[in-house]
C-alpha cells in the first residue's frame, strides 16, 4: 500500500510537471480522475512504445548500413586483386607475345635459309641432271655410230649362199664382239639396271622388316595378355585363399585387355594404323593401372602369408604397414631381451658348414663360422673340441663360455639384419602368384 501511496504521489509531480491537473485524493477518486490517469498511463505507454520501435529500426538500418559496407569494401578488395591478377596476366601475356615474335622470327628465319639451301641443291641437282643428259646423249650417239658401223662391216663380210648367211673374216667378228661387250652396259642400259637392282634391294628389305615388324606387334600383344591374365589368375588364387580385408575388392572387368586379331596384323596398315596403336596405349594403361591397383596389396599380403608361419596368430590384426612394421620391431626387440641369449647359450656350437635354426621364422641357414675367435684367443677352429691333452678341463670350459658369448653377440646382429632386410624387401611374383 506504501509502495501505491509514492506511485501515486510520483504520479501527480508527473501530471503537474506536463501541465495536467492533479488527480486529487487517493481516497476520493472520481471516475473523471480514473479516466484522466488511464489516458496519461497510456499516453506514456504509447510514447514508450514508440520510442522503443524508433530505437529498434534505428538499430537495424545501422545494421544494415554496417552489412552494406562490409560488403562494399569486400567488393573494393576483389576488384584491387582482380586489377593485380588482370595486371599480372596482362605482363604475361606480354611476356608470351615477346616470345612468340622471337621465335616466329628465329623460325622464319630458318625457313629462309631451308629455302636458300633447297634452291642451292635445286640448282646442283639440275646442273648434275643436264650433264647426264648431256652425257646420255653423247653415249646414244656413240652407240648410233657403232650400230652403223658395225652394220657397215657385216655388209662388207657376208656372202648369200643357198639357203644360209656365212659371215667370213673371224678376227672381224672378234673385234665387234669386243666393241659389243664394252658398251653392253654402258649409257641408258646401265642407267636402268642400277635403278631396277636399287628398287629390288631396297624392297626386299622393306617386305623383311614388314613382316618382323607386325610379328613383333602380335608378340608384344600375347606377352601383355599373359602377364594381366597371370596376375589376374593369381590374385584370384589368393582372394579364394586369404579371406582378410588386406585385398580390396577389384572390378577385373576394368583391366581386361583388348586382343586384336591375328589375321588383322596381315591387313594393310595405311588405313588402320591409328586405331591399331589406340588400342595398344589403351592396353598400356590399363596394364599400368592393374598393377597400382593390386600389385601392393598382394605383395604384402604375400609378406604376412610367409610370416604367419612364424608367428602365428600375429598377423590377423594386421591392417596396413604401419601395424605390420609394430609387430616386426616387437620381435625385434624380443630378440635383443636375454631369451635368445640363454636359448643359444643352451644349444651346442655348430661348426663351419652345419645349419643353424633361425630363432624367429625357423628357417633353416648355413652358419659358416670363421676363425676370428679362435685368432683372438691364439689357437685355431679345433678350440671348440675338448683338448685335454694340451688344457685343463676348467679352462675348456671357460674358454668355451666366452666363445658361445661372442656367438650370440654375431647371432644378434645376423637375426637383426635379417629383419631390417625382410622390412626393407620388395616381394615381386611371376604370373604363377610365386614370389
Known amino acids: 500500500m506504501d509502495s501505491v501511496r509514492q506511485y501515486y504521489v510520483q504520479l501527480n509531480d508527473l501530471l503537474e510537471r506536463n501541465g495536467f491537473s492533479l488527480m486529487g485524493d487517493f481516497w476520493k477518486v472520481t471516475s473523471s ?150 658398251h653392253r652396259t654402258k649409257g641408258d642400259i646401265e642407267f636402268v639396271e642400277m635403278l631396277k637392282n636399287g628398287f629390288d634391294s631396297t624392297y626386299n628389305v622393306l617386305v623383311e622388316e614388314n613382316s618382323q615388324l607386325r610379328g613383333c606387334l602380335l608378340t608384344l600383344q600375347t606377352e601383355m595378355k599373359t602377364l594381366v591374365d597371370g596376375k589376374m589368375n593369381s590374385l584370384k588364387a589368393i582372394k579364394s585363399k586369404f579371406k582378410d580385408d588386406l585385398l580390396k575388392e577389384t572390378n577385373m572387368k576394368l583391366y581386361r585387355l583388348k586382343v586384336i586379331e591375328p589375321k588383322a596384323f596381315n591387313l594393310s596398315l595405311n588405313e588402320n594404323i591409328n586405331d591399331l596403336l589406340g588400342i595398344f596405349k589403351e592396353n598400356l594403361d590399363r596394364i599400368a593401372s592393374f598393377i597400382d591397383a593390386i ?20 598377423f590377423t590384426k594386421v591392417k596396413n604397414l604401419d601395424d605390420l612394421y609394430k609387430i616386426i620391431n616387437s620381435e625385434t626387440r624380443a630378440v635383443k631381451d636375454s631369451d635368445l641369449s640363454e636359448e643359444c647359450l643352451n644349444k651346442p656350437i655348430k661348426k663351419s658348414g652345419e645349419e643353424l635354426e633361425h630363432p624367429l621364422n625357423n628357417e633353416r641357414i648355413t652358419a659358416k663360422w670363421n676363425t676370428d675367435f679362435a685368432t683372438e684367443t691364439g689357437e685355431e677352429e679345433g678350440i671348440y673340441k675338448n683338448n685335454s691333452h694340451t688344457q685343463s678341463t676348467n679352462q675348456q670350459e671357460s674358454m668355451e663360455t666366452s666363445l658361445k658369448k661372442k656367438k650370440v653377440q654375431v647371432e644378434r646382429k645376423k637375426w637383426e639384419n635379417i629383419i631390417k632386410s625382410e622390412k626393407s624387401n620388395t616381394f615381386f611374383f611371376d604370373s604363377d602368384g610365386s614370389d
Do not use: W
Request: hydrophobic residues 30%.
Open 295 to 314: 600389385i601392393n596389396p598382394i605383395q604384402l599380403f604375400q609378406f604376412m602369408d610367409r610370416l604367419n608361419d612364424s608367428f602365428g596368430k600375429k
Open 33 to 182: 480522475e480514473i479516466q484522466k490517469t488511464l489516458d496519461v498511463v497510456s499516453y506514456l505507454l504509447k510514447q514508450r512504445g514508440e520510442d522503443q520501435n524508433s530505437k529498434i529500426s534505428i538499430a537495424d538500418e545501422s545494421k544494415s548500413m554496417r552489412i552494406q559496407i562490409r560488403e562494399l569494401n569486400k567488393q573494393l578488395e576483389d576488384l584491387k586483386k582482380e586489377r593485380a591478377q588482370l595486371k599480372r596476366d596482362k605482363k604475361n601475356l606480354t611476356t608470351q607475345v615477346e616470345l612468340q615474335e622471337k621465335e616466329a622470327t628465329k623460325a622464319l628465319r630458318s625457313k629462309a635459309s631451308t629455302e636458300m639451301e633447297s634452291k642451292k641443291d635445286i640448282s646442283k641437282l639440275t646442273r648434275a641432271s643436264q650433264m647426264y643428259q648431256h652425257e646420255l646423249k653423247k653415249k646414244e650417239n656413240e652407240l648410233f655410230r657403232i650400230k652403223k658401223q658395225m652394220t657397215k662391216i657385216l655388209d662388207e663380210k657376208t656372202t648369200f649362199s643357198n639357203s644360209y648367211m656365212e659371215i667370213k673374216g673371224s678376227a672381224d667378228m672378234k673385234r665387234i664382239a669386243k666393241i659389243c661387250d664394252e
